[in-house]
């Protein structure tokens, strides 16, 4: 099985077992590892085993569910930002990494 799923305004197309990141969100105090997180916006869920037909949402597939594991919070590679105005003396280098929550996809329903 796989699906395709809406998740921050991105689009993700996830298999059963795939490890992927997602923007965070905030689940409570403490550690956040080992629990689960289920996406309700699902787009697509097709079956590559037997070749069927997918099912396509109009937006959203009803009643398909994807769940998944949390594993870790990250953070992405630096990013370098550079602000430069010519003859005038300005420059500015800023960096940036950016957080992630990376998750094991368990299971998909529909």
């Known amino acids: 099985m796989h699906a395709i799923i809406e998740d921050s305004g991105t689009q993700i197309q996830v298999s059963a077992g795939d490890v992927i990141d997602i923007d965070p969100r905030d689940l ?3 550690d956040d590892s080992g629990k689960t997180i289920t996406f309700d916006r699902v787009l697509l ?4 085993a037997t070749d069927g037909p997918s099912t396509i949402g109009a937006p959203y597939v009803d ?3 994807v769940t998944a ?3 870790d919070r990250i953070r992405g590679e630096k990013l370098d930002v550079i602000k430069f105005k010519r003859r005038k003396g300005y420059r500015v280098k800023q960096g940036h990494r950016q957080p992630y929550l ?3 996809v368990t299971g998909i329903n529909g």
């Open 28 to 30: 409570g105090d403490g």
């Open 102 to 104: 990376r998750v094991r």
């Open 45 to 48: 869920v097709g079956d590559e």
């Open 69 to 71: 594991e949390i594993l």
């Open 63 to 65: 009643g398909a569910t």
